[in-house]
């Protein structure tokens, strides 16, 4: 039996965006596939007004930090970590050589503008890294507020951003709050298979790329920029075509349903699971900074967390256990992608049964 997936990514995908990826294959040469992508960069613009580039990759979102990484720091990057992946992004830089400077706060709590601050007053760095929303612990960081002040007081650091697990599913600016590059996942609040990755790029990241060094070949973005400037359209290797077809497919889903409906359904999902988890639980994140797209409940009742999705799975439906360290003291439900409240107060109305809460 499937199991309707509430876990981070990845997430749940609807039957006709399936079906779409199965069209008959083309080549990444002709112009069908010039096409093809030509209309999600339309697709793309049509959502967010934006002069920035916007390139679709084939690798997970992991693959794209490491291109931000590679492409964008020339001095020294201020990484901010706040749980796994935020960890991940300042390992990437340190493993592919890069001079980092780190901010760590304890799991659970956001990175707060005035902590940037205080680390990039000592001039530094050229590159500052923040992680929307952190997926290990549920925690969405301020990045509007930092934007802010990278405009006010550090206007030649490169803003560059995570936003694997918010993107679709939360606010993000570009040139409104400052944010020079975004890096995101097909698995999460777009609600497509795992497999591709998007990039945006602000004018002056490329300006930077130019000046960096080592930048490597297979994402590189200059190359990127190239193959899709000049071909136009196209990527530099065989991408994965039958996942362009259905975010391209998806992308007109996502026009119809409209941004700002898409963000509002997934705040009204998260306030519903986070009035249930206050009520029987606690939340994991500080107070304030809880995501929209995942939330991180402190296992409060002791409830084995396993048995409950073991039960929940013979119901056909997951929820997330807690992530690494975090098993069982923690779980994560994701509200995140196409999942409806209906489908969300189906999963919470389980839980309650399984485990006797609220009857
Ligand atoms: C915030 C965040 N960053 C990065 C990643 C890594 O993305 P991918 O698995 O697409 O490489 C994830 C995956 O869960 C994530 O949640």
Request: net charge neutral.
């Amino acid at each position: 039996m499937h199991k309707k997936l509430f876990i981070p990514g990845p997430t749940e995908v609807r039957e006709d965006v399936l079906i779409s990826q199965a069209a008959p294959m083309i080549g990444h040469r002709m112009k069908s596939f010039s096409d093809l992508y030509g209309s999600i960069n339309d697709k793309f613009h049509k959502l967010f007004k934006t002069e920035h580039e916007i390139y679709v990759h084939t690798s997970s979102g992991t693959g794209l930090m490491e291109a931000a990484s590679r492409n964008f720091i020339n001095k020294k990057a201020l990484h901010t970590v706040c749980g796994a992946f935020s960890k991940r992004w300042a390992d990437i830089s340190k493993s592919n050589g890069k001079e980092i400077g780190v901010i760590e706060v304890d799991m659970g709590k956001a990175i707060k503008p005035e902590m940037i601050d205080r680390e990039l007053s000592k001039g530094e760095y050229d590159t500052l890294m923040v992680t929307q929303n952190e997926t290990s612990t549920g925690v969405k960081n301020p990045v509007k507020e930092i934007g802010e002040l990278l405009k006010e007081k550090y206007p030649d650091v490169l803003l560059l951003v995570d936003s694997v697990s918010s993107f679709m599913g939360m606010e993000i600016g570009f040139e409104t709050w400052g944010v020079d590059v975004v890096v995101a996942s097909s698995q999460k609040a777009f609600a497509l298979p795992p497999g591709i990755a998007i990039m945006t790029i602000s004018k002056r990241s490329f300006e930077r790329a130019k000046e960096v060094k080592n930048r490597g070949f297979y994402f590189d973005v200059l190359k990127m920029k190239k193959y899709f400037d000049e071909k136009p359209y196209q990527t530099l290797s065989t991408p994965a075509i039958s996942l362009f077809y259905a975010l391209d497919y998806q992308l007109s889903r996502i026009l119809n349903e409209g941004l700002d409906e898409r963000y509002r359904r997934h705040k009204e999902m998260a306030g519903f699971v986070r009035e249930w988890a206050k009520r029987y639980f606690a939340l994991f994140a500080e107070q304030g900074y809880e995501s929209d797209t995942v939330t991180a409940i402190k296992n409060t009742r002791g409830v084995s967390i396993k048995d409950l999705n073991n039960e929940l799975g013979n119901r056909g439906m997951a929820l997330s256990n807690g992530y690494g360290a975090l098993k069982e003291k923690t779980f994560r439900i994701a509200h995140m992608g196409d999942i409806t409240l209906g489908e969300i107060k189906d999963l919470i109305a389980n839980i309650n049964e399984i485990i006797n809460l609220g009857v």
